[in-house]
């Protein structure tokens, strides 16, 4: 994990169970050496619990599913033209690779009676391709179809990489302006830092890497240097202000004490009108920027959100 500044007295150990997980601003070196791999959004020998995590995608970009069968040539034909194809869409769809011979329950639960078959996933919808090799070009033109599609469908988002690129030692190797992010980070220089997010977000501004860890920098960047009991009682003294409330809430939220930060922002925001009450319902919006929308905790308190805004 990346080592971190040091932030206020009060920050909480990193063991603590609600902590919040900053290891995605990583301090390996960019310089891969041979005998690494590629990130990829090609996820293999998809089981049944990893099929759940990949169906979760489907909310948001196409998921490719093959159905392969390792003994049948035209499987490995498949794969031959599609992963690399559906590597070249950079997070814009997303393809898991499904071992029938091994796994014939799930070949079942898709209505297929064989393999191979690859089949699209977006939102509810399922769409079988095709069950034989394809030409490169064939494959370039069906998946711009089903881009467009999508698009048309509100999933026009991206995803990070299912397997992260690493180099011959197995460390993560990161692209090269989120690799001087971390450098920047490393270094103790924060505006550096949330400089490289941005130039990396100009270039792709669904980086949702970029977002998050911008968001995290930015946290950091906050919460050092502070005196933690003077946050504290200020925001004690003063529970109609808003900038103080919002100082004890990234305080919490840095220090693993999610919940009480989510849900200080929220009462604020349900007892306030105005300016006060926009300015608290961004800032929460940001902290779940920094935990992940993935987070349970973050959908809870969305949902109380909701309540406090309506």
Same mark, same amino acid.
């Given at each position: 994990?990346?080592?971190?500044?040091?932030?206020?007295?009060?920050?909480?150990?990193?063991?603590?169970?609600?902590?919040?997980?900053?290891?995605?601003?990583?301090?390996?070196?960019?310089?891969?050496?041979?005998?690494?791999?590629?990130?990829?959004?090609?996820?293999?020998?998809?089981? $049944?619990?990893? %099929?759940?995590? +990949?169906? =979760?995608? @489907? *909310?948001?970009?196409?998921?490719?599913?093959?159905?392969? &069968?390792?003994?049948?040539?035209?499987?490995?034909?498949?794969?031959?033209?599609?992963?690399?194809?559906?590597?070249?869409?950079?997070?814009?769809?997303?393809?898991?690779?499904?071992?029938?011979?091994?796994?014939?329950?799930?070949?079942?639960?898709?209505?297929?009676?064989?393999?191979?078959?690859?089949?699209?996933?977006?939102?509810?919808?399922?769409?079988?391709?095709?069950?034989?090799?394809?030409?490169?070009?064939?494959?370039?033109?069906?998946?711009?179809?089903?881009?467009?599609?999508?698009?048309?469908?509100?999933?026009?988002?991206?995803?990070?990489?299912?397997?992260?690129?690493?180099?011959?030692?197995? $460390?993560?190797? %990161?692209?090269? +302006?989120? =690799?001087? @992010? *971390?450098?920047?980070?490393?270094?103790?220089?924060?505006? &550096?830092?949330?400089?490289?997010?941005?130039?990396?977000?100009?270039?792709?501004?669904?980086?949702?890497?970029?977002?998050?860890?911008?968001?995290?920098?930015?946290?950091?960047?906050?919460?050092?240097?502070?005196?933690?009991?003077?946050?504290?009682?200020?925001?004690?003294?003063?529970?109609?202000?808003?900038?103080?409330?919002?100082?004890?809430?990234?305080?919490?939220?840095?220090?693993?004490?999610?919940?009480?930060?989510?849900?200080?922002?929220?009462?604020?925001?349900?007892?306030?009108?105005?300016?006060?009450?926009?300015?608290?319902?961004?800032?929460?919006?940001?902290?779940?920027?920094?935990?992940?929308?993935?987070?349970?905790?973050?959908?809870?308190?969305?949902?109380?959100?909701?309540?406090?805004?309506?």
């Amino acid at each position: 994990m990346t080592q971190q500044p040091n932030n206020s007295p009060d920050s909480t150990p990193s063991h603590s169970r609600d902590a919040i997980d900053l290891s995605n601003i990583p301090a390996q070196s960019s310089n891969s050496s041979t005998g690494g791999s590629e990130q990829s959004w090609v996820l293999d020998d998809v089981d $049944q619990q990893s %099929l759940q995590t +990949l169906l =979760q995608h @489907a *909310a948001s970009v196409p998921l490719i599913i093959h159905l392969a &069968a390792p003994s049948n040539p035209a499987s490995n034909q498949i794969d031959a033209v599609l992963q690399p194809a559906i590597d070249a869409r950079a997070g814009r769809m997303v393809m898991g690779r499904i071992n029938t011979e091994r796994h014939p329950e799930l070949l079942q639960m898709f209505g297929v009676p064989s393999a191979p078959m690859v089949i699209a996933l977006m939102g509810q919808q399922a769409l079988p391709l095709f069950n034989e090799a394809v030409s490169a070009d064939q494959l370039e033109k069906l998946l711009d179809e089903i881009n467009a599609s999508a698009v048309q469908a509100g999933l026009a988002g991206t995803v990070p990489p299912l397997v992260e690129a690493t180099n011959a030692e197995g $460390q993560a190797v %990161l692209p090269p +302006l989120h =690799q001087e @992010a *971390a450098d920047a980070l490393q270094a103790g220089d924060f505006d &550096a830092a949330i400089a490289a997010y941005d130039k990396a977000l100009a270039e792709n501004p669904q980086d949702e890497q970029a977002i998050s860890g911008k968001a995290q920098v930015a946290l950091m960047q906050r919460t050092a240097n502070v005196d933690a009991q003077q946050v504290r009682a200020n925001a004690a003294d003063h529970p109609d202000d808003v900038q103080a409330q919002i100082a004890v809430a990234d305080l919490d939220l840095y220090g693993g004490h999610v919940q009480d930060a989510f849900d200080r922002l929220v009462s604020f925001i349900a007892r306030s009108a105005g300016d006060d009450k926009d300015t608290a319902r961004k800032h929460l919006l940001e902290l779940y920027t920094v935990v992940g929308d993935h987070d349970e905790r973050v959908s809870a308190s969305r949902r109380k959100l909701a309540a406090a805004l309506f």
